[in-house]
């Protein structure tokens, strides 16, 4: 699909909604999406992520880090095999609907920053939305006051 996003790639690693619904609101922009499922003891996932990261603009996730260890993924290592990708870690969970929807959207605004900011600086950055401050946010009167503290960038330390 075409849109504003065209030639952006990204990978949504998903184990709840959260970097599903992100990954179809950047689809729906433009943005050429891959979902990858990653289970305990599942190496299809681990290695098709490893083989899409060298041409990905950015990864979306919302597993548990302990699943992602489970499957093989050493999420460190491969940000600072991969510093061009922007990493946006969404804490989820699987019962919270409105908190995945907010959560979603605030990974796109995340993430959009983020790329920019890699497109000023050549620096990716690592996002961590707090599922407790996207609660808050959620609701009308603490929309304003948390938004700005959603989302942590970090840089990633290539070396």
Known sequence: MSGPLDGLRGIAVTESPSAAYAAGLFALLGADM?????????????????????????????????????????????RVAHPNAVWCAIASRKD????????????????????HHRAAAGVAQR????????????????LPATLPLAFVPTTIDAS
Do not use: Y
Request: proline share 2%; aromatic share 2%; glycine share 8%.
């Open 96 to 115: 919270e609907v409105r908190a995945d929807v907010t959560s979603a959207w605030q990974a796109v605004a995340g993430v959009l920053l983020a790329l």
């Open 34 to 78: 891959v979902s990858i499922a990653v289970e305990p003891g599942a190496d299809e996932g681990v290695d098709l992520l490893q083989s899409l990261l060298p041409e990905a603009d950015f990864v979306l996730e919302d597993c548990a880090r302990r699943v992602l260890g489970e499957a093989g993924l050493d999420v460190e290592g491969t």
């Open 127 to 142: 996002i961590d939305l707090d599922l407790r401050t996207l609660k808050v946010a959620a609701t009308a009167e603490g």
